[in-house]
């Protein structure tokens, strides 16, 4: 069964900037991956996905601020946050897209002055 390890989350000032690292236990070749993220109170939304030929798609909200990249050799993605906004507070997970593998634990992300 496929495992997956988020990390990176934290405490960051609004404007500030964080970098989320996710790794598989398997391979990601040929496999669409993405970053998903639930706010509390909130359902879990897709808020970036690459495809096996690096073609990326974002949520609006977060169009010209992240940038989601991946390592097929290493198994990982990336998640690049920049100019961080209050709203974008949230438990970040990544997964497949669309997601089937079971979630990971998630990484926190708190944007708070």
């Known amino acids: 069964q496929v495992q997956l390890v988020e990390s990176g989350g934290g405490l960051v000032q609004p404007g500030g900037s964080l970098r989320l690292s996710c790794t598989v236990s398997?391979?990601?070749?040929?496999?669409?991956m993405a970053w998903y993220r639930q706010a509390p109170g909130k359902q879990r939304e897709l808020v970036a996905r690459?495809?096996?030929?690096?073609?990326?798609n974002y949520l609006d909200s977060v169009k010209g601020r992240f940038t989601i990249s991946r390592d097929n050799v290493k198994g990982a993605v990336s998640l690049q946050m920049d100019s961080l906004k209050p709203d974008s507070a949230a438990d970040y997970y990544c997964?497949?897209?669309?997601?089937?593998?079971?979630w990971g634990q998630g990484t926190p992300v708190t944007v708070s002055s």
């Open positions: 997964n497949d897209y669309p997601a089937t593998w079971s």
């Open positions: 398997g391979t990601i070749f040929g496999i669409t």
């Open positions: 690459i495809t096996t030929d690096r073609s990326t």
